[in-house]
């Protein structure tokens, strides 16, 4: 005898309390590929035929409740490089920007997922970061900001914590900037998304 899944548990979980009865049930998993598994699952419990349960992913639910469509990758970085560029005044390469760009969509994204006040987030941080030196950062990053300042003079942390932070303070403007550019489009990368439908969701409550 198998060892159930946690899917079996739901199944059978699911199964007793409808009384097999799942036409009125919708399931919500990650992704699709939970559903084929939940699916056997579901017909290991009965030999009578049944009616299955609806299935949705965590994206396509929140796609219900916004108007917004998720970008493609390259297209949200690309935007990302523009408003980063209009906010700082600083004329970094795209393929420069590009790894540091999918860096800052990742936290945006983190953010919007929690639903966090973003610039409560960004002020906190820069008071934190302000009261630092650039030791935190490793050899690599150090690198990786001297290259993102194209006039920084090797070995002065003093300029490297200067235009670091003088950066960090900028990433209110840039994500305020950037959710504006994707809104304009109809377009948003997925925690935006997500933070645009339950705001919808908040507005119709109300």
């Excluded at 998993?29 to 349960?53: D, G, Q």
């Excluded at 396509?60 to 917004?68: A, I, K, V």
């Excluded at 008071?127 to 300042?149: C, P, S, W």
């Amino acid at each position: 005898m198998k060892t159930p899944t946690f899917l079996d548990i739901v199944a059978q979980d699911l199964y007793t309390k409808t009384n097999g009865n799942l036409t009125d049930i919708t399931m919500v998993f990650p992704n699709k590929r939970a559903s084929l598994f939940f699916n056997k699952a579901l017909t290991e419990l009965t030999e009578k035929p049944m009616w299955s349960p609806q299935y949705t992913t965590i994206s396509e639910l929140f796609r219900r409740f916004s108007t917004l469509e998720t970008g493609d990758r390259i297209k949200l970085v690309c935007e990302l490089h523009t408003a980063y560029s209009e906010e700082t005044g600083i004329d970094e390469p795209l393929d420069r920007f590009y790894g540091w760009g999918e860096v800052m969509l990742s936290d945006f994204d983190d953010i919007d997922k929690h639903m966090a006040d973003a610039t409560k987030v960004f002020s906190l941080l820069s008071n934190i970061h302000e009261l630092d030196g650039v030791e935190y950062l490793t050899e690599n990053q150090q690198q990786a900001l001297q290259r993102f300042f194209s006039n920084f003079s090797q070995g002065h942390n003093t300029e490297l914590k200067k235009r670091f932070l003088q950066l960090w303070n900028k990433f209110n403007n840039i994500y305020n900037n950037y959710h504006n550019r994707l809104r304009e489009q109809g377009i948003a990368y997925e925690g935006m998304l997500y933070r645009d439908a339950i705001e919808n969701i908040k507005k119709t409550n109300n």
